[in-house]
């Protein structure tokens, strides 16, 4: 089996504010447990903000306010680390497999965005 990601080049906007050429199709899929622990992450960490954004409403003190943004920072961070795990245990593995240096470069860029 050939590990291809399809890219959609036409942009159109969809209502989670991504355009088609930024959505990428993976050539596996991926199990509902690593998503839906992903997506508990995500919600988690996007409560956080709101309630860090009801701290700035309510004109809370600076230092919480700089010290829960920390915490939602973390929270997205490990998430992130969850997602390249996932990736390579998955994605890369199978790319090395069938010697795609295309897909093992695409990792090292977003490793690199991902780190910034």
Do not use: W, Y
């Amino acid at each position: 089996m050939e590990h291809t990601e399809k890219e959609q080049m036409t942009p159109h906007s969809h209502e989670d504010g991504l355009e088609d050429h930024q959505l990428k199709h993976h050539g596996h899929v991926h199990s509902q447990q690593e998503k839906k622990a992903v997506i508990n992450r995500l919600s988690k960490a996007i409560g956080h903000l709101e309630s860090v954004k009801r701290m700035v409403e309510k004109d809370a003190d600076c230092s919480d306010v700089l010290i829960q943004l920390a915490a939602v920072r973390s929270a997205i961070n490990n998430t992130g680390k969850v997602v390249l795990k996932n990736h390579m245990n998955h994605c890369i593995v199978e790319a090395v497999e069938e010697n795609d240096l295309e897909a093992i470069e695409r990792l090292n860029q977003a490793i690199d965005k991902f780190m910034k």
